[in-house]
Nanobody
């Protein structure tokens, strides 16, 4: 499975942004999917996950502001980001892994190359 993120960019505090993760190679309907991010000098951080049946889980830092979703017909996953903050600045990665998803990046099989999100105050 090849994953390609898009939708990153430079925005201001309070803005909204939607990231997309397009999959190719094989259908990803049976995979759990996740979004992670990594800021300079920091470790990779879990953001959100959606399992094969649509169940979701979020990091406390984004709960209520970000929404993860998936379209298994189009093989695309989304991360809708609302009310963004400067602390959301990072490279955002999508990943596909076990059907239940999860918050451990080590369990994911496939990764995209990342898309930069920069939030200015």
């Amino acid at each position: 499975v090849q994953l390609v993120e898009s939708g990153g960019g430079s925005v201001q505090t309070g803005d909204s942004l939607t990231l997309s993760c397009a999959a190719s190679g094989r259908p990803f309907g049976t995979y759990g999917l996740g979004w992670f991010r990594q800021a300079p000098t920091k470790e990779r951080e879990f953001i959100a996950t959606i399992n094969w049946s649509g169940g979701t889980n979020y990091a406390d830092s984004v709960k209520g502001r970000f929404t993860i979703s998936r379209d298994d017909v189009k093989n695309i996953m989304y991360l809708e980001m609302n009310n963004v903050k400067p602390t959301d600045t990072a490279v955002y990665y999508c990943a596909a892994g076990p059907s239940l998803g999860g918050d451990k990046w080590e369990t994911y099989f496939y990764w995209g190359q990342g898309t930069q999100v920069t939030v200015s105050s």
